[in-house]
């Protein structure tokens, strides 16, 4: 599955992953979380959309620091669901790291923009 032109012209790093929509990953991880599916789910080096969730760049690029994380270490699977056991979801180190590289990415394309005024 491919993404819009437009994504990977602001943040090419998104071009190295391999992306999926459905399937039972975006089911699971909703599971786990008690609700019916997440809106994407990183294995390694596939994202798993669910089906429907538009190609947002703050997602993608919160899928994207879990692939890292998964490279950083043959262990960030067990280590990300006994921090998630430990903590919780929204208190697990892993989550809180994607989503600060997430918004770091975004406001560095804001602040390059053409249209930022820099």
Same mark, same amino acid.
């Given at each position: 599955?491919?993404?819009?032109?437009?994504?990977?012209?602001?943040?090419?790093?998104?071009?190295?992953?391999?992306?999926?929509?459905?399937?039972?990953?975006?089911?699971?991880?909703?599971?786990?979380?008690?609700?019916?599916?997440?809106?994407?789910?990183?294995?390694?080096?596939?994202?798993?959309?669910?089906?429907?969730? #538009?190609?947002?760049?703050?997602?993608?690029?919160?899928?994207? #620091?879990?692939?890292?994380?998964?490279?950083?270490?043959?262990?960030?699977?067990? #280590?990300?669901?006994?921090?998630?056991?430990?903590?919780?979801?929204?208190?697990?180190?892993?989550?809180?790291?994607?989503?600060?590289?997430?918004?770091?990415?975004?406001? #560095?394309?804001?602040?390059?923009?053409?249209?930022?005024?820099?």
């Amino acid at each position: 599955m491919g993404l819009p032109s437009r994504l990977l012209e602001s943040f090419p790093e998104l071009g190295t992953v391999r992306y999926r929509r459905g399937g039972l990953p975006p089911r699971i991880g909703g599971w786990a979380l008690c609700v019916r599916s997440v809106a994407g789910i990183t294995l390694w080096n596939t994202v798993f959309l669910a089906p429907g969730v #538009a190609f947002d760049a703050e997602l993608l690029l919160h899928e994207l #620091a879990h692939v890292r994380q998964f490279e950083a270490s043959r262990a960030f699977p067990l #280590a990300y669901v006994w921090e998630s056991l430990r903590v919780g979801y929204r208190r697990n180190r892993f989550e809180i790291a994607a989503q600060r590289f997430a918004a770091t990415r975004l406001r #560095a394309a804001r602040a390059s923009s053409p249209l930022s005024g820099t």
